[in-house]
C-alpha cells in the first residue's frame, strides 16, 4: 500500500494498469486488477468494477490462481453491498478454485472474506470456523500482516456481535500482531478497538490517549477507510467519550 500511503499507491496501480491496458498486456492487467483486494479497503464499488474486469481476464485466459482472487475480492465488496447470494456464489467458486491450487495466500483472502459473509446472513459459527480457517492459513504463510489482519477483522465481529468486553482478548492480540507487522493500516484500528475496550471499562485517559493515537497515525498517513473502522466513527468516539 505504498510505504503506508494508500492514496498515492492506489494512483500507481491505476496508472500501471493503464499502461498495461495499452500495451495489451492482459495477463499483467490481470494481476493489477486483482489488486482491487487494496482498494477494498477504500471503496466498494471501486473494488466490484476491478474485480469484474480481473474475473473477465481469468476467464477468458485460464489463469485460474488469480482468477480464484478475483471472485472472492469481488465476492466480498458484494457481501459490504447486501449482495448476499451473489457475493456466496463468487466467493465459494474462488475458493473452490484456490484449494486444488493450494496457495495459501490467496485462499487466506477468500476465508475472510467468507466470514464476512457469515457474519451478514447471521452465521455467527460459521463467521468464527472461516476466521480460523484465515488464522491457520497466516501461521502457514508466517505473515505477521496476515495474521494480525484477520484477529482484526475478528475483533470488530466479536465486539459488533457478543460487545466490546467479549472481544477483549481479540483485541489485545490483534493490537500486538499489528505492532509486530508496522503496518499503519493495521495499527490504526487495533488502536481504536483497544479505545472502545478502554471507554466501556470507564478508563478515560487510556481510552483519549490511544483514540488520539489512532488519529494522529491516521492524519499522517492519509488513511479513511480503515479495516471497517471509519475516520469518522473514531472522531465521534473521542468526542462523545470525552463529554462522559
Not at 477468500?110 to 452465521?123: D, K, T
Request: neutral net charge; aromatic residues 8%; contains cysteine.
Amino acid at each position: 500500500l505504498h510505504l503506508g500511503k494508500p492514496r498515492q499507491g492506489l494512483k500507481s496501480m491505476e496508472a500501471s494498469a493503464r499502461l498495461a491496458k495499452a500495451a495489451d498486456a492482459d495477463l499483467l492487467c490481470l494481476n493489477l486488477a486483482v489488486l482491487g483486494l487494496a482498494q477494498l479497503l477504500q471503496s466498494e464499488p471501486r473494488a466490484t468494477e476491478t474485480a469484474l474486469s480481473a474475473v473477465a481476464v481469468g476467464e477468458e485466459w485460464g489463469f485460474e490462481r488469480d482468477l480464484g482472487l478475483a471472485l472472492e475480492v469481488l465476492g466480498w465488496s458484494l457481501v459490504s453491498q447486501g449482495k448476499l447470494e451473489a457475493a456466496e456464489a463468487a466467493i465459494t467458486k474462488g475458493i473452490s478454485l484456490l484449494e486444488g491450487l493450494g496457495d495459501p495466500w490467496f485462499l487466506f483472502v477468500g476465508y475472510c472474506a467468507l466470514a464476512s459473509l457469515h457474519e451478514r446472513s447471521g452465521n455467527q459459527q460459521g463467521a468464527l470456523e472461516s476466521y480460523s480457517r484465515a488464522r491457520q492459513l497466516a501461521d502457514r504463510l508466517g505473515s505477521l500482516f496476515c495474521r494480525a489482519w484477520c484477529l482484526l477483522l475478528e475483533a470488530g465481529f466479536r465486539t459488533r456481535q457478543y460487545g466490546v468486553e467479549a472481544a477483549a482478548s481479540t483485541t489485545y492480540e490483534a493490537l500486538k500482531w499489528a505492532e509486530c507487522s508496522a503496518a499503519p493500516l493495521l495499527i490504526i484500528p487495533a488502536y481504536f478497538r483497544l479505545a472502545q475496550l478502554e471507554l466501556s471499562r470507564g478508563q478515560q485517559l487510556p481510552f483519549e490517549s490511544n483514540l488520539l493515537r489512532a488519529l494522529s497515525l491516521a492524519k499522517s498517513t492519509g488513511y479513511r477507510w480503515l479495516m471497517g473502522v471509519e475516520l469518522a466513527e473514531m472522531k465521534h468516539a473521542l468526542a462523545t467519550g470525552a463529554a462522559r
